[in-house]
């Protein structure tokens, strides 16, 4: 039997399915809670775990109680994902149970497929260990990932980076390459060149409200692991002859991804592009099926109903994203979502950030989420290259006299993150940066984009601007603004035997794989994506994270865990 | 608000901002009804297979997925696993035969052609073979080397192991040198997982101060051993440290994060007094101070109430009983209570609105809002009409609101306030537009006619006439106006 950590469920739910694993002869599967084992008849107890010292303390307990009387006896094994941890199993001994275990061991699941062109490590706290802790393991296993997919795809010639994690990702490849020389492969390359950014060099694209479909889908429902979760009411029963049945209330579960394919057109869309496109494949549909009236031969019938099956999927397709944009818009029109954005939109083009704001304020006293209150002032703050020490300490002081005065913990752990920080030296670089990276578009075109900054109407994600004037012209028409950007960016070259190197096809486009260090959100990945669509761009890309985020799930995993509030 | 409406209006049209609505030229909202329609008109074509599109059980797993089946095998038995089974497998296949279409952008080549299973192999493939394989040889030696096979590993060979996952025993590196420069390997390494585990190794070996001085040059070395003691709870070596590298902010804070640790209240109360004294920054001083002060009352204040509550002596305990211990809730929620339950109370008293303003310095905004709300929820009025009355040294009185009477109209409304207390406040606004709006929201009829009245506005109040009962005294007010304004203007 495998017991399993429960949030490594969902990932390896990606990469294998329970039929798999019981043709392994898994014979049962049980999540790791406190307490005694379930009874099941097998030898063999695998617990499948992070390295995380409360899970250990789980385990600890169930192997402490486990009937030692009982016969077969059974043996327990330990596999810890991504890595063993040396500091994991001298805590286990301390408890006295590591010698419980026959076999300890690791599966290094470094990068986890999520589609055709992204890939995550999946893992929550990379930004909070790097910034905050300064814990470099998953840069280390970010490095390690890398290996394993050169090794697979060939030697990647062209590395480019910007910011601290970033150089030290570099720095790590080239070190393990040069330790193992066997590393050099003859694989063709598939990458030219791989971008390593560092989340802190972006700060703002991941606080502001995304405004792709899938974005959105995110930001309201919280997609997780490609599932999504929605309020069941939009999806009643599809038969009116079941009456007698209740609505369901359990949520619905819906897999997102490009398989498919109404999905793969519509999920990096802007939301208010995405009615029309609806619209417009319910007349295909229905037209399609009106035409089994025209259908008068066997030969015609035969072709209808080969059809079927397929027309059948793109209709519960449709269906369900039908009510799902229905959902969301009912959230997009209401005046609070308006006026959240309107601050927003103001803010990074430029406007009053140097000043408290009173929406912000309006939403402190009304005990909005705070979280949603950290979004905000972080983005004000970030959009303005730190508060002004006035303004500052005004929103703390709201803050915790409103939601309770140990989040001063949280608004620590924020400043060390460079998110909520005084203004140092009175300038404000950003407008600077604004206007040299084109952040802000007046012009956006919703409907038929022509730029990224379609993803958040109006504003283009840094981080993607950056990838954009890699491939054209190059950094070295904005290194002014780099310099103002933290941490080094470089580049680097691994050499190629010579039989490898790439003779390019005039018109052939170039290979990039983003790894954005510290999380991407799904409109970066939009516009990235829309970047590799581009009929004159020149250049595909790939994407890889060490996790998917959104503004919510960043900050949540930079604040202090309190204790449950006594109600 | 900081901008009025009226101003939001015109800021949306000159300015350069998009606000986030839908085009209006390609309603959304009908189109969307428009493809659910023709969605569900097309429900009656088709028949009932198409249960087999997406085969998931009602929690909406895909069946076969992994947290499904450990419902499944935690709660059924194996006899009824046996049973599923042909469905399961029929489930995955079927799930799997959606029509898959890779985006054209998407390096389709990558991972082309490897449906879920076959991905996985090949990558679990690549991570154990191609990995041993390509960076990372298994370290073979002759046999004539073999005879100090154990002991004769350098530093950089044993950090390497350990980043392997091999366990390797360490105490062979007896001097401090030694020692060293494995912790210097282990930093160059990056993997923080060998990094602790060789500080556990030093923190066990070495002496305090020697390892402290080390450390401090070692900044990496030193947030993993800070990073590990804050996670196995080691709080006094962490704050020895902390000390030792002058870290007195941090120092602080750390001891600070001790409280939440601390369930019994009184414990509680004398932590906090004790991190008074500790060295925050200025700011965050005196947000601790307060953090002690504050639950110095709410201790004090529960005891009373708890008392007051279980005598059933006060009707407004009886009325509104307490839903929860006011005990560690955040000021706001405090003064809210304090509002609540403790409105009249002289400044004096502990409990008292006022004193909880004085002590802790709530600005007037705040205080405004939460004490309205909180009178509003009694459905005391005159106690709101007293809130925003302020009387001038001449002895007029006027109504003054720091949060702006929209807000005001907005809280009253959320409770129930009937219209004859609703209008007054109304009728304050200052913006026309949003007095109009608000008005006509909340009915209330004579602000609007008055409005309209003062803006000489005949065919909007000519309209209005439709909104109000016939017959009313707000039609004949409107009449009247009406053929006053007639008069006026020919006079």
Partial sequence: AIVWDEYLTGPFGLIAQYSLLKEHEVEKMFTLKPGRLPPADVKNIIFFVRPKLELMDIITDNVLREDRGRSPQRDFHILFVPRRSLLCEQWLKEQGVLGSFIHREQYSLDLIPFDGDLLSMESESAFKECYLESDQTSLYHAAKGLMTLQALYGTIPQIFGKGDCARHVANMMIRMKREFPGSQNSIFPVFDTLLLLDRNVDLLTPLATQLTYEGLIDEIYGIQNTYVKLPPEKFAPKKQGEGGKDLPTEPKKLQLNSAEELYAEIRDKNFNAVGSVLSKKAKIISAAFEERHHAKTVGEIKQFVSQLPHMQAARSSLANHTSIAELIKDITTSEDFFDNLTVEQEFMSGIDTDKVNNYIEDCIAQKHPLIKILRLVCLQSVCNSGLKQKVLDHYKREILQTYGYEHILTLNNLEKAGLLKPQTGGRNNYPTIRKTLRLWMDDVNEQNPNDISYVYSGYAPLSVRLAQLLARPGWRSIEEVLKMLPGPHFEERQQLPTGLQKKRQHGENRVTLVFFLGGVTYAEIAALRFLSQMEDGGTEYIIATTKLINGTTWIKSLMEKLEPAPF | ?491
């Fill in chain 2, 1 to 491: 608000m900081s901008r009025v409406r009226a101003d939001e209006e015109e800021y949306w049209h000159s300015s350069k901002f998009r606000a986030f609505t839908f085009d209006d030229e390609d309603d959304e909202l009908s189109q969307l009804k428009e493809s659910k329609r023709a969605v569900n008109s097309l429900r009656d074509i088709v028949d009932d297979d198409d249960d087999d599109l997406e085969r998931v059980s009602w929690s909406g797993e895909p069946v076969g997925s992994i947290s499904w089946s450990i419902k499944e095998t935690a709660s059924g038995s194996t006899s009824s696993l046996d049973g599923r089974d042909s469905s399961l497998q029929k489930g995955s296949s079927s799930y799997a035969a959606l029509p898959k279409q890779a985006s054209s952008y998407s390096l389709s080549s990558l991972f082309k052609g490897r449906n879920k299973l076959s991905s996985f192999q090949s990558l679990s493939d690549a991570l154990t073979d191609t990995g041993v394989k390509n960076y990372a040889p298994e370290l073979r030696r002759p046999k004539a080397e073999y005879k100090d096979y154990s002991s004769d590993w350098s530093p950089k060979d044993t950090v390497r192991r350990m980043q392997r996952g091999k366990v390797c025993s360490l105490e062979r590196f007896r001097s401090l040198q030694d020692k060293l420069v494995l912790l210097d390997e282990a930093v160059a390494g990056h993997d923080g997982n060998v990094i602790t585990a060789v500080l556990i190794f030093l923190k066990r070996t070495l002496r305090r101060e020697i390892l402290f001085r080390e450390l401090e040059v070692r900044q990496v070395a030193l947030c993993h051993l800070i990073h590990f003691l804050r996670e196995t709870g080691e709080q006094k070596f962490l704050l020895d440290l902390l000390r030792f590298l002058d870290r007195t902010e941090e120092v602080a804070l750390s001891q600070y994060r001790e409280h939440l640790n601390i369930q019994d209240v009184e414990k509680r109360r004398e932590f906090l007094k004790g991190c008074i004294g500790l060295p925050f920054s200025a700011e965050d001083t005196s947000h601790i101070q307060d953090h002690y002060t504050l639950l110095e009352r709410q201790i004090i204040i529960e005891a009373n109430d708890r008392h007051l509550e279980m005598a059933g002596q006060s009707e407004l305990f009886r009325k509104y009983p307490r839903k929860a211990s006011i005990l560690n809730m955040p000021l706001v929620t405090t003064l809210f209570y304090s509002c609540f339950y403790h409105y009249t109370e002289a400044e004096g008293m502990f409990s008292s609105p006022t004193n909880l303003k004085k002590t802790f310095k709530i600005p007037d905004k705040q205080y405004v809002l939460t004490a309205l709300a909180a009178r509003a929820k009694l459905r005391a009025w005159g106690d709101v009409d007293a809130l925003l009355t302020t009387k001038n040294w001449l002895g007029y009185t006027k109504k003054k609101a720091p949060i702006g009477f929209h807000r005001v109209v907005e809280i009253l409304q959320r409770n129930n306030a009937p219209v004859q207390v609703l209008q007054e406040y109304v009728r304050l606004v200052e913006d026309v537009d949003t007095r109009l709006n608000l008005a006509t929201k909340y009915k209330c009829h004579d602000v609007v006619i008055e409005t309209y009245r003062d803006l000489k506005d005949r065919i909007q109040l000519t309209a209005y006439k439709s909104k109000v009962e016939r017959g009313s005294a707000e039609e004949e007010k409107i009449n009247n106006i009406l053929s006053n304004m007639v008069r006026n203007a020919y006079s």
